[in-house]
């Protein structure tokens, strides 16, 4: 939202964001751990960068074969998920922390379920 972004698109900010993070980090991610990097970028709104969108779909793809789900309702879990991580991070950085108590829920069946939501 800054004033200095305003002339550029969504889509030209993530390729911008996605390139700092693999300058920053990739080479040393390469060299030093021999491994691969794909940058996740995200928006506060639950937007999501490329590289993120195929991140996301390679761990949906993992989850429904390994927990034996339809793929479109671990995708839906999935982004749900990471929507209201976003949030709750954007939120913890802007008021803070009113307790020190987390509450991890990862039955995906009984999720979708509560949600009601199909395939």
């Known amino acids: 939202m800054a004033r200095s972004y305003a002339h550029l698109t969504t889509a030209q900010l993530y390729k911008m964001s996605e390139k700092a993070k693999m300058r920053e980090y990739g080479e040393r991610i390469r060299q030093v ?3 691969d990097f794909n940058p996740l970028v995200f928006t506060t709104a639950g937007g999501m960068a490329p590289q993120s969108k195929l991140v996301i779909k390679r761990i949906a793809e993992k989850m429904a074969e390994k927990k034996d789900v339809h793929l479109s309702l671990i995708s839906g ?13 954007t939120l913890l950085c802007l008021r803070g922390t009113r307790c020190k108590k987390r509450f991890v829920d990862s039955n995906i069946e009984l999720a979708v379920v509560e949600a ?4």
């Open 77 to 89: 879990w999935l982004r749900v998920r990471l929507s209201f991580a976003l949030l709750r991070t």
């Open 116 to 119: 009601r939501m199909d395939h």
């Open 33 to 35: 751990e021999h491994g």
